[in-house]
């Protein structure tokens, strides 16, 4: 089957539909990025078994459909990979204290100011759901998210329902946001913790001091509930001009990932993962979406998401953990978040 990538970014009515005959170029790094177009797959982090894909083939065809499904969702493949998706750890549970005690132990003797801990599940899938009707409920039940569907031979077929702008715009200026704390929604005048808004602040300080470099005219708006689903978080938003729209991939090797998905400080807190974790994240926290004309971009953390086959998906979820952090409730938010992919598996 051709490589293709389908979005809907957040309101929109449309979904915009792009697929190649080619294989996706493979990319070393992110400052390969630079001056580059077509869609990105980006991992969490690159080495020889996660790999950055770039659909941007010669061949490739786009079209733009409305969400009615009035006209042309056919172009949304049906086929399904018959692979059966496992679990890697043999008890779930177990394994997210195992990782927690490690994780909780560095911020306890101050190694870190925030880890993020993430974990996966293997749900089984109505084999009646198909990657067509699975992305068409995203866009039904999450309005305020990014929807994407994408397939590579590469990488296998993924859904992502992401609330977080990972980079958004173009030369005459972009937008980002700081994305962290989680509780369930309950109002746009909801109480957070002081866990969740020093959460949130590391966050929103590590995009300001990760901008000064490379931008101006850095505004930011004042934290504020945002909801995502079933779920709230508390962003700050940031709009910027960058002063070298040819030079993305830089910015990009700076800015990602970002301590609402890794921690503080950004590259010791990315080893510590890569190292302790007990889960190949993949493409989870990774970030993914369009590279244009003029420095155009409309990029994605690819938070909520899910690899899919036909009778099995794999879920990812994770959670910021500071000093303070209860497992028992880290837990449960973790069970919060992979709620919103459960949801898409039900075929009715």
């Not at 173009?170 to 005048?189: H, I, K, P, V």
Request: contains cysteine; glycine residues 6%.
């Amino acid at each position: 089957m051709d490589s293709f990538f389908i979005y809907r970014e957040p309101f929109e009515k449309v979904c915009h539909c792009y697929s190649q005959p080619e294989k996706p170029t493979a990319i070393s790094s992110l400052a390969e990025l630079n001056g580059r177009k077509g869609f990105v797959i980006a991992p969490f982090f690159c080495d020889d078994s996660n790999t950055l894909y770039l659909l941007d083939g010669q061949k490739g065809a786009s079209m733009v459909l409305p969400l009615d499904g009035s006209k042309g969702f056919d172009a949304i493949p049906d086929w399904q990979d018959e692979a059966v998706l496992t679990d890697e750890t043999s008890f779930l549970r177990e394994a997210y204290h195992d990782d927690f005690f490690r994780f909780h132990k560095e911020l306890e003797h101050n190694r870190f100011r925030k880890l993020v801990l993430a974990r996966s599940i293997v749900e089984t899938k109505d084999e009646r759901a198909t990657p067509r009707s699975i992305f068409l409920k995203a866009c039904e039940k999450y309005p305020r998210s990014y929807i994407a569907l994408f397939y590579t031979a590469e990488t296998g077929m993924w859904l992502i329902a992401s609330p977080e702008i990972l980079l958004r715009g173009d030369a005459e200026g972009y937008q980002t946001m700081a994305l962290a704390g989680t509780m369930r929604y309950e109002g746009e005048d909801m109480k957070w913790s002081t866990k969740n808004q020093e959460e949130q602040q590391l966050v929103a300080d590590y995009i300001r001091a990760c901008l000064q470099p490379f931008a101006a005219e850095i505004t930011e708006s004042k934290p504020h509930t945002a909801r995502a689903a079933h779920l709230a978080h508390l962003r700050t938003d940031f709009t910027f001009r960058l002063k070298d729209t040819e030079r993305l991939g830089t910015f990009l090797t700076a800015f990602h990932p970002t301590p609402a998905v890794c921690g503080m400080p950004k590259d010791e807190a990315q080893q510590f993962i890569l190292h302790n974790e007990q889960l190949n994240r993949s493409y989870y926290s990774g970030f993914s979406g369009l590279l244009g004309e003029k420095g155009a971009a409309k990029l994605y953390v690819t938070l909520r998401c899910m690899q899919l086959s036909r009778s099995t998906c794999r879920l990812y979820a994770g959670g910021g953990l500071l000093k303070e952090s209860i497992e028992e409730n880290e837990w449960q938010e973790t069970e919060a978040k992979l709620d919103t992919m459960r949801q898409l598996l039900n075929h009715n």
